[in-house]
């Protein structure tokens, strides 16, 4: 069989996303190799064997995103506030300023696109949970690459394998890994962070608890009488560092006598030990 002494070498596209995100990635990625009928390098973290065992997974990064020719990056509220989301755009931020690569800025339906931050505010940002704004980006990734049918493209296939995020489990990678915070209590260790919340939260909880004897027992909406709290609701209305309550609530809830009744990767729910 002839070859030829030149291969014709596939474009390459990135798909950068949290690790609780794959389900979003994975949808993507298989649309894409569905529409360019594999004719495109799709570089997703999530797929097994993107990276080689034995392999130096950040060199492996860098190589893929030195070669991309485009970068979608999946916005969600896990991975908006973490670091490798910024470091694989910043990876690219040049090249795509000097047309060597376009980001894709490509945000889960709970993502508000007028306010993403800063640099993605200056691309032009698509919600996975339109229809059209998938089409937009097939169509732009068709004309960037010059090849690619329109006509395989179905919305649907994307969203209806991507699911609420609300119910998304987020993995402790993703829970560990440092974030970018700039609140009120940055450089506050875990003891300081604790005393916060005690006096933010389950203090005046505990004044109500046990105001005008038993008056205030039945009340359902004290942590004492079991009320339910979402960890990444009390981060937001305390300005604590994402992921703050998850960590560190049990050890308070103890100093009252409350142990965990229910408790889920996203909340929790405490009693009264006898």
Not at 120 to 125: T, V
Not at 187 to 201: A, C, F, H, N, S
Request: proline content about 5%; hydrophobic content about 40%.
């Amino acid at each position: 069989m002839p070859t030829t002494e030149h291969q014709i070498k596939k474009p390459t596209l990135f798909i950068s996303h949290a690790t609780s995100d794959g389900e979003f990635a994975n949808a993507v990625k298989q649309e894409v190799e569905k529409v360019f009928a594999n004719g495109i390098n799709v570089f997703c973290t999530s797929s097994p064997g993107a990276i080689a065992v034995g392999v130096d997974w950040l060199s492996d990064i860098e190589q893929k995103l030195g070669v991309a020719q485009a970068v979608i990056a999946i916005v969600t509220p896990v991975s908006i506030e973490r670091p490798w989301l910024w470091f694989e755009i910043g990876a690219t931020w040049s090249k795509g300023r000097s047309g060597d690569c376009r980001i894709y800025p490509l945000c889960a339906p709970e993502i508000e696109l007028s306010n993403l931050p800063s640099p993605l505010d200056r691309l032009q940002a698509l919600s996975m949970g339109k229809a059209a704004d998938l089409k937009l980006l097939f169509d732009a990734l068709i004309t960037q690459f010059g090849f690619g049918k329109i006509s395989s493209f179905r919305a649907a296939n994307i969203t209806s394998r991507i699911p609420k995020y609300k119910d998304v489990k987020v993995v402790e990678t993703d829970l560990n890994e440092k974030i970018f915070y700039s609140g009120r209590y940055r450089g506050y260790g875990d003891e300081e962070l604790r005393e916060v919340i005690d006096t933010r939260l389950f203090q005046p909880d505990e004044k109500n608890y046990n105001k005008f004897g038993t008056l205030y027992q039945d009340r359902e909406d004290l942590i004492h009488n079991g009320k339910l709290l979402h960890f990444r609701e009390i981060d937001r209305e305390l300005d604590l560092p994402p992921g703050t309550a998850k960590r560190l609530m049990n050890s308070i809830a103890q100093r009252y006598g409350l142990v965990a009744k229910v408790e889920m990767d996203n909340l929790v729910r405490y009693k009264k030990t006898k």
